[in-house]
């Protein structure tokens, strides 16, 4: 299944420095690695699991699993019968069993240069077990969830943390979604509990975060679900010092404008409560199956799909893939620029790094604030050796030319890793040659938020690489290439990215829903768990993801359906029918087209333009705001009454040639689209 020899065109190696000291120095290691974690998965993992810490051992074999339907219930239990808490593993493992008490495990960056923390792994455990003693005496007991919406500041890891230990299970929002999107989420996990902060800034703009946080608590209500608890982070607005104590003061910055409403009735101000709280907090101890944490995702059918990932199998997978991906190294300084509300963050800036001791970066604020230096000035400030971006930054960022970059030194840069969507040869080229200056392999990761880690990747030291390919599957991943009838097919081809079998960090189910994670995943090609994903699987081997196949949409590495857009835009009175399309755009990867067809007797002007653009962002949140709606009269529909995307999608790129219409409806709305399309749209 892997190649004999490695290929040696086109492909760029490790430098032999990095060879010398890497936990994966050869392409041989890699595949006899390889292949021991495919035939002897027990002893494969068995090994690695020995580096953690078991309150009891576990019984049988290392995985137990069904993934074909029509067996039976799809499920996956790794390491049945052991007991631990990742809290503790992350924590307490690496103050008393490793004495690495002193060593940083975050050096936290606000949004404005200067304003800047420290924290250990010492300090981290005394704030994470005073905030899980808080959570108790809230009432937060093992298995309940809690919603945690909050800006990147070090509370957000304290607070996901905190759950961890007490055996809680965190549902964390990305803080740039809406109140609806906040709400949506709140209900679907049933929380008992929010957390949030006052606000932050973005750059240059403030955002209020708990007039949201507000909103989405009262649509909650208002849907039946009443949640009387909101423990609010005063991040921006000044508190007198006694409520402040020692714990980290906050941000520089003032911010005169900040309105923070308070119902005292919910509202706890995080700093009061841990006045006097106990620095010391057992760990509950919690079975390798229970679960862990609820992420949200966009799905298909419009309404997002809570990942339940679990105890042991994620936090082995998130240990082992961070230490062999990245090549961890007790010296590193790793920076992860993604945010904690996605999985990336989770995974790549709390789970995996703490598993290994590691010392990170926590960056609150943007790419180009306040200029487009800023990531190198933080590579040099910390001394950054491994940096793991998007190929959406990488675009962004390529715009403003070498200039910005070449200002800073990066001597410091070992590795650099991409994830989120393909990245295309120019990104690829600019970051390996002007960030890395020729001396830093890429890892293009691919993964998702179900697979809880990276299951495509090369390994920085063994893999000779290809620029836009995620080259081989990492340990015990088994991936495939399926043809429509689901069909395997063999050396290079095309077609559906498959897995034949579990790896330890796989999702669970669906929170509250199995039938829909079956469906989802398992019903389309019974045996496999598919992606969603197209991928070319080339002679020598490598693996090259085409993006996805089916109604989801990739925007700066974020997936959205085109169904959750479109419901946000039928919800506007003025608008009957709407479809929407991803167009291709030079930094986000892909922005979104949306054709709309109007109720009787509306006309299309900018301000309802305008307005259904804000309806969109208000629903879902700023990531999904639309570049373009264009008026539709008629929509291409088959005659069963199928709206033909093919057709729009090539509309919108103003690309004439259409290819097989024979199933169109009415073709005279091609016609029509074509000329109404939007102006600004070149
Ligand atoms: C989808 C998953 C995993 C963290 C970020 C996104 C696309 C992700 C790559 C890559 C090509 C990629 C896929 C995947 N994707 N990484 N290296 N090369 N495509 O998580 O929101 O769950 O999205 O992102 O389409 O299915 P997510």
């Given at each position: 299944m892997l190649p004999d020899k490695a290929p040696d065109e086109d492909v760029f190696c490790g430098s032999a420095d990095l060879k010398r000291d890497a936990h994966v120095a050869s392409f041989e290691k890699y595949k006899e690695l390889y292949m021991k974690s495919i035939e002897t998965p027990d002893e494969f993992w068995g090994d690695i699991a020995k580096d953690f810490f078991w309150k009891t051992k576990h019984s049988g074999q290392f995985l137990d699993y069904n993934f074909d339907v029509t067996k039976g219930k799809i499920f996956v239990k790794c390491m049945e019968g052991a007991t631990t808490n990742i809290c503790y593993n992350l924590l307490d493992r690496n103050v008393?069993?490793?004495?690495?008490?002193?060593?940083?495990a975050f050096f936290w960056e606000g949004?404005?240069?200067?304003d800047d923390l420290t924290v250990t792994y010492r300090e981290l455990l005394q704030r994470v077990c005073q905030f899980a003693n808080v959570l108790k005496s809230q009432g937060v007991k093992k298995g309940d969830r809690v919603s945690i919406y909050m800006p990147m500041v070090l509370e957000l890891v304290v607070a996901m943390l905190a759950c961890v230990r007490i055996g809680a299970v965190h549902s964390i929002v990305f803080a740039g979604f809406s109140a609806e999107s906040l709400c949506e989420r709140i209900l679907d996990s049933d929380c008992s509990l929010l957390v949030t902060a006052d606000g932050f800034y973005r750059g240059d703009k403030l955002i209020n975060l708990k007039l949201l946080a507000d909103e989405a608590l009262q649509k909650c209500r208002d849907k039946?679900?009443?949640?009387?608890r909101c423990i609010v982070l005063k991040h921006l607005s000044k508190e007198p010092e006694e409520i402040l104590g020692s714990q980290s003061p906050p941000t520089k910055r003032s911010c005169p404008d900040l309105q923070v409403p308070w119902n005292p009735d919910v509202d706890l101000c995080w700093h009061a409560l841990l006045?006097?709280?106990?620095d010391e907090c057992e760990p509950e101890w919690c079975e390798s199956e229970d679960p862990l944490f609820i992420l949200y995702t966009s799905g298909s059918t419009g309404k997002p799909k809570g990942v339940l990932h679990t105890v042991s199998g994620y936090m082995l997978y998130t240990a082992t893939t961070f230490k062999l991906v990245f090549d961890h190294q007790p010296d590193d300084v790793y920076w992860c620029?993604?945010?904690?509300?996605?999985i990336t963050g989770h995974s790549y800036i709390t789970y995996g790094p703490l598993a290994n001791g590691a010392t990170s970066v926590l960056f609150e604020g943007l790419?180009?604030?306040?200029?487009?230096?800023r990531m190198w000035e933080i590579v040099d400030k910390y001394r950054v050796t491994k940096l793991y971006t998007a190929p959406t930054a990488i675009r962004l960022l390529m715009k403003f030319g070498s200039e910005p970059v070449k200002k800073?030194?990066?001597?410091?840069?070992k590795i650099l890793g991409t994830v989120g969507e393909p990245i295309n040869p120019e990104a690829w080229q600019w970051y390996y040659?002007?960030?890395?200056?020729?001396r830093c392999p890429i890892v293009d990761t691919f993964w998702q938020t179900e697979t809880?880690?990276?299951?495509?990747?090369?390994?920085p030291a063994a893999t000779p690489l290809k620029p836009g390919s995620a080259t081989f599957p990492f340990f015990g991943v088994v991936p495939a290439i399926l043809n429509e009838s689901g069909e395997e097919l063999e050396g290079p081809s095309e077609g559906y990215l498959v897995f034949k079998q579990p790896w330890?960090?796989?999702?669970?189910?669906v929170y509250g829903n199995q039938p829909r994670f079956e469906t989802i995943y398992?019903?389309?090609?019974?045996g496999y768990y598919v992606t969603g994903d197209g991928c070319r699987r080339d002679k020598d081997g490598y693996y090259w993801i085409t993006g996805r196949i089916d109604d989801m949409l990739n925007v700066s590495g974020h997936l959205l359906s085109t169904a959750e857009v479109e419901s946000a835009l039928v919800e506007?009175?003025?608008?009957a029918e709407a479809a929407v399309v991803g167009r291709p755009h030079p930094v986000k990867g892909e922005s979104l087209y949306c054709f709309v067809s109007l109720t009787n007797g509306v006309t299309f002007t900018c301000t309802l333009e305008a307005e259904l653009k804000k309806q969109v962002r208000e629903k879902?949140?700023?990531?999904?705001?639309?570049d373009y709606i264009q008026n539709a009269p008629g929509l291409p529909k088959t005659?069963?009454?199928?709206?033909m995307r093919r057709l729009l999608r090539k509309i919108a790129c103003n690309?004439?040639?259409?290819?097989?219409?024979?199933?169109?409806?009415?073709?005279?709305v091609v016609q029509q689209l074509f000329q109404n399309r939007c102006s600004t749209a070149v």
């Open positions: 008393h069993d490793r004495k690495l008490g002193d060593r940083v949004n404005d240069p200067g039946g679900l009443l949640i009387n006045r006097g709280a106990s620029t993604a945010d904690i509300g996605w790419p180009t604030f306040p200029n487009e230096s800073y030194k990066r001597e410091s840069l040659n002007v960030v890395g200056d020729k809880g880690g990276h299951v495509l990747t090369p390994l330890p960090g796989v999702m669970r189910t398992f019903k389309k090609f019974p506007h009175k003025a608008v879902i949140g700023a990531i999904a705001t639309p005659r069963s009454g199928k709206i690309e004439h040639d259409l290819g097989d219409i024979s199933t169109l409806a009415d073709s005279s």
